[in-house]
């Protein structure tokens, strides 16, 4: 029943900052105009995805966990999640800034939420002239500093804005402040958590007159004062290759181009592996049996599986993820 790529319905979330992107770049159906999120595989509470296609359709990604069991994520996977999925896979779209934001680590998030922290990264699968994103601090500073600027409305001052564009990718690690820019369609790739904590949403209100809450406290005790060069990510882009761009326990992202045909023997990992397709389209391919993608769209290899064949005559570039 495992023996071929998976696709999940996504999860399609409306947004104060949500955009068209995902419905006119990424061909997301829907008949709203702020689409901010598209969870496309997702195992959070109350958001668990559901089988799109094959034998195994209508299925939750719960159900195929307790069932498929090692056979789905791997040995040493399940023995260390079990019946919970590691990972939330999205596509978001920015069109118009999000708040300026942290997330809690393991310990942090255990403890206070009873949930799993949040190191994250992201791809940038397009952006318009001049977008940006906030990562960082400009500067190491104190949280008499900090809390100074905040309280006055001045924190943009002290945050480090990095210009992006198509293929740029940046890892971001729990307690490091960070916003999505106005114009921005990137692919995260996250621990399975759904915490975040605003310290700043840009003085907006909703069609109510409503501001978002913002958790200044709790951010006070998970936020990371350094200025750290550690979250933009070089890779190369070796063709029919899996070029790597951020690995950590959580997980491990690659960049895979493919043209023409390339077989993958997965048989060292004893993970499931997901590709997010970027760009272009392509068949994956799996015991004889195959679906296609195309951009915007995500499949699954149960961990079973030890060989995948991807086809693709006219080129694709794929997010290549699995847990070590």
């Given amino acids: 029943m495992l023996n071929y790529p998976l696709k999940f319905k996504p999860i399609l979330k409306e947004k104060i900052w949500g955009g068209k992107k995902l419905k006119e770049v ?3 159906r829907s008949d709203r105009n702020d689409l901010g999120e598209s969870w496309e595989i997702s195992g959070v509470k109350n958001d668990i995805s559901e089988v799109a296609n094959g034998s195994l359709q209508g299925q939750t990604l719960t159900q195929l966990l307790k069932t498929y069991k090692a056979e789905f994520l791997g040995s040493k996977n399940f023995e260390n999640f079990s019946s919970e999925f590691p990972l939330l896979i999205k596509f978001i779209d920015a069109n118009t800034e999000l708040s300026v934001q942290l997330h809690p680590d393991d310990e942090i998030a255990r403890k206070k939420h009873d949930s799993f922290g949040k190191t994250e990264m992201w791809y940038i699968v397009q952006a318009d002239n001049g977008a940006e994103i906030n990562i960082g601090f400009k500067k190491s500073i104190s949280e008499s500093e900090y809390l100074e600027h905040l309280n006055s409305g001045r924190i943009t001052e002290l945050l480090n804005f990095e210009k992006v564009k198509k293929g740029d990718a940046f890892f971001i690690n729990p307690g490091k402040v960070h ?8 692919a995260e790739i996250q621990q399975t958590s759904d915490i975040t904590y605003r310290i700043f949403d840009w ?5 109510h007159g409503n501001a978002r809450e913002l958790h200044t406290g709790l951010a006070l005790q998970a936020i990371d004062f350094e200025k750290k060069e550690d979250f933009l990510r070089e890779y190369s882009k070796n063709k029919n290759a899996s070029n790597e761009i951020a690995s950590c326990k959580y997980f491990t992202t690659n960049y895979l181009p493919v043209s023409g045909k390339l077989e993958k023997d997965y048989s060292q990992l004893d993970s499931f592996i997901i590709y997010m397709c970027v760009s272009g389209k392509a068949e994956i391919s799996v015991s004889g049996n195959s679906e296609p993608i195309q951009m915007g769209e995500t499949v699954l290899i149960p961990a079973k599986n030890n060989n995948v064949a991807i086809h693709s005559e006219a080129g694709v570039e794929l997010l290549e993820v699995y847990i070590k």
Avoid: N, S
């Avoid at 916003?179 to 990137?186: D, E, K, P, Q, R």
């Avoid at 003085?203 to 069609?207: A, G, P, Q, S």
């Fill in 26 to 28: 990424l061909q997301k």
């Fill in 179 to 186: 916003t999505i820019g106005t114009g921005v369609l990137l």
């Fill in 203 to 207: 003085d907006r209100v909703d069609e």
